[in-house]
């Protein structure tokens, strides 16, 4: 007998409030929409003020990601007042927000993601009773490391920029805090700490065996290379998604975005494998890669809570306003839909992965397409590149010239956009001055293009499309659209920001 359902489901461990409205038919989605249920008012708030206040009032779009928030709004500044940025200052932006990231990456694989292996949905896996031990939500052996070593590495901040979260220590030309010897001392003791824990807890290995890994048959080949392996928190992550299948979960579109990660200083001794980045910018679609133009970035509002000016439009020419809803509209969400040269695109640590080059991740995404498992693997493993990167510039930090700041024009007019990989992917930051005061400000966060309703083409956005096809095995435990949604790390306040109220929490129409 054919059934079908159509349930409105809140995702809890996410950050902000999320629906997920989803069809299912006969045990499978078939329909999917993401509506993120608050409004976010800070484009909009910051009209009018002065340019340096946006370095106050951006970082508090997120708790989590405020120093990504910074350094794109820092970077929009920079382009409009012509600044050169000294390579000690480049240094000091990279450190700080490499370590929110590497908080960030740990915190919501072991906090967020992995707590799921605890459903009764897999209480017949033969690892559930292991996953229970590790992953009991603030209980579990790899809980509370995870929460102790994060919050010792973000100290790197508050050393660097003077306080964490909501620091404002960028401004355009450099950085106002300038870290003495002593500092440096204390960041490289942090680091070193935590590079410890991450290989023998996380790994299970040294970085330089790790870095070995670049086929499938090398990944199982260290996966089975030693106990120590097997029993990490890779290794384990490894060997449950493979029995749960997680390879089979969320294969959206074939589209990557980056914006670039980690501008390179002129003089370093760190090889980066892309001139100016660590991490290339660049555009995947459908197994080609593209160079990267911002110009082909537009914001589509067909299906969103925003009045249209008719076509999708570059971020310098869109607009914030509201359009209330009413039952006879369409739009579902208050995120917009941004698009690259009129595509969806997916962004986050695989993609900045697979914009790269990254042998094992290219391999595993040419054998299975884009997936839960893949997108959480490019996550586990991604500070194994950020850890190298930072120590090298640690040590090169305040040796020299020690510039950490360079003076520029006052700024009165002009246009901007800085444009960063925040922990969850492509940030952008569009800002027009006008005598000396904010005339327009345009922020598309990574969830915005992760969590996109669809567009005037009625094409869904990347986790839209990623839950169709979905099998659901047990409808009293879905944990697929868990799996599939948390798969792209959803931060929903970063996305939109004032809750609407008198809405149903949930309900399923049979």
């Avoid at 989803?22 to 608050?38: L, Y």
């Avoid at 220590?169 to 942090?190: K, Y």
């Avoid at 003089?267 to 197994?287: D, E, Q, V």
């Avoid at 005339?439 to 969590?451: G, L, R």
Wanted: proline share 7%; aromatic share 8%.
């Amino acid at each position: 007998m054919h059934s079908k359902k159509i349930q409105v489901m809140p995702l809890n461990r996410s950050e902000g409030d999320l629906e997920i409205h989803f069809e299912i038919d006969d045990g499978m989605v078939s329909e999917a929409r993401s509506a993120g249920t608050m409004y976010r008012g800070f484009e909009n708030l910051l009209k009018g003020r002065s340019p340096l206040d946006g370095l106050v009032i951006t970082p508090r779009i997120c708790g989590i990601c405020c120093t990504a928030q910074l350094k794109a709004a820092v970077k929009a500044l920079d382009m409009i007042a012509g600044a050169r940025v000294p390579d000690d200052a480049i240094r000091v932006r990279n450190l700080t927000l490499m370590a929110e990231q590497l908080q960030n990456d740990l915190r919501h694989t072991f906090l967020l993601f992995t707590p799921d292996f605890t459903s009764p949905a897999y209480r017949e896996h033969s690892l559930f009773e292991e996953a229970v031990k590790r992953y009991r939500p603030l209980k579990g052996e790899a809980v509370i490391p995870t929460i102790r070593e994060t919050k010792k590495i973000i100290e790197i901040i508050a050393i660097l920029g003077g306080q964490w979260p909501h620091s404002s220590f960028m401004v355009p030309g450099g950085v106002v805090s300038v870290p003495g010897q002593n500092d440096i001392i204390q960041c490289r003791s942090l680091l070193a700490n935590f590079r410890h824990w991450y290989e023998r807890r996380i790994l299970g290995c040294t970085l330089a065996r790790w870095s070995d890994v670049k086929t499938l048959e090398d990944l199982d080949l260290w996966l089975h290379e030693k106990p120590a392996h097997q029993e990490s928190e890779l290794g384990f992550f490894i060997r449950f998604s493979r029995e749960a299948q997680l390879h089979q979960l969320g294969n959206g579109h074939p589209n990557f975005i980056s914006f670039g990660a980690y501008e390179m200083p002129v003089n370093t001794g760190l090889k980066a494998p892309s001139a100016g980045f660590l991490f290339p910018p660049g555009f995947f679609n459908n197994g080609a890669m593209n160079p990267f133009d911002q110009e082909k970035i537009t914001e589509d509002v067909t299906f969103s809570h925003f009045k249209s000016h008719g076509d999708p439009r570059h971020p310098f020419e869109e607009t914030t306003v509201i359009e209330t809803p009413h039952d006879n509209t369409e739009a579902y969400s208050w995120g917009k839909a941004p698009r690259y040269d009129g595509y969806p695109a997916e962004t986050g640590p695989l993609a900045e992965l697979v914009i790269a080059s990254n042998p094992l991740i290219k391999r595993l995404l040419d054998k299975d397409g884009p997936n839960v498992f893949i997108r959480q693997l490019a996550r586990l493993i991604r500070p194994a590149f950020l850890l190298p990167a930072m120590d090298c510039w640690l040590k090169e930090t305040g040796v020299g010239n020690e510039t950490f700041y360079q003076k520029n024009e006052q700024l009165e007019n002009g246009r901007g956009f800085g444009l960063i990989q925040a922990h969850r992917g492509a940030l952008g930051h569009w800002v027009t001055l006008e005598d000396g005061k904010i005339a327009e400000y345009q922020v598309i966060t990574p969830t915005a293009w992760n969590a996109s309703p669809r567009d005037r083409e009625g094409i869904r956005g990347p986790w839209e499309e990623a839950l169709v096809g979905t099998i659901i095995k047990n409808p009293e435990h879905p944990v697929e659209i868990q799996h599939t949604i948390r798969s792209f790390d959803p931060c929903m306040v970063c996305c939109v920001h004032t809750i609407e109220g008198n809405r149903p929490i949930a309900k399923i129409l049979c």
